[in-house]
């Protein structure tokens, strides 16, 4: 009777890691098989949101996956911690947590676990892809901040040559 608090908490903590070893060893399988099929499309529902991303559940395996934030479109998204939102800043286009998604599986790592996804549809309305600025190009730099980071490599530069 002693030891009985003991006892209880060790067995509590074996069974955690237990769920814990569990758990990541379906993610290592489901990422082994789904290995093979990097490219494919898959429906799912977002499971959960994230400062970095959402997480989906996908339908025909059970994998869960991270869509992250780069691989959402082409637009910045606003993360809202209380009411697990990703909101973004042009479109004013709403993520959160139950919709439907159809993803692309981009990266499986069988060794980690890990599943990475780009969005393709959400609700069934096509994503934008790839990350660019309105006139598909990339934003140029102010003349101000260039002359600044010019001036900046050349005194680096030069106290490296002095050094040597």
Do not use: C, N, W
């Amino acid at each position: 009777m002693e030891t009985l608090d003991q006892t209880g908490a060790h067995i509590s903590d074996t069974e955690r890691r237990s769920m814990t070893a569990e758990r990541d060893t379906t993610d290592r399988y489901l990422a082994s098989y789904l290995s093979e099929r990097v490219g494919s499309e898959f429906t799912g529902r977002i499971s959960g949101i994230a400062r970095f991303g959402a997480f989906v559940k996908l339908d025909e395996t059970g994998a869960d996956g991270l869509l992250p934030m780069r691989a959402l479109g082409r637009e910045y998204f606003h993360y809202d911690r209380e009411a697990q939102t990703l909101m973004g800043s042009d479109t004013g286009r709403l993520i959160s947590i139950g919709q439907r998604v159809t993803v692309r599986l981009a990266e499986a790592v069988p060794v980690t676990g890990g599943i990475a996804l780009e969005l393709l549809e959400i609700d069934d309305q096509r994503v934008p892809q790839g990350r660019q600025s309105p006139a598909g190009r990339h934003p140029r730099r102010s003349a101000t901040k260039a002359k600044r980071k010019k001036d900046k490599i050349k005194r680096k530069v030069a106290r490296t040559r002095r050094s040597k």
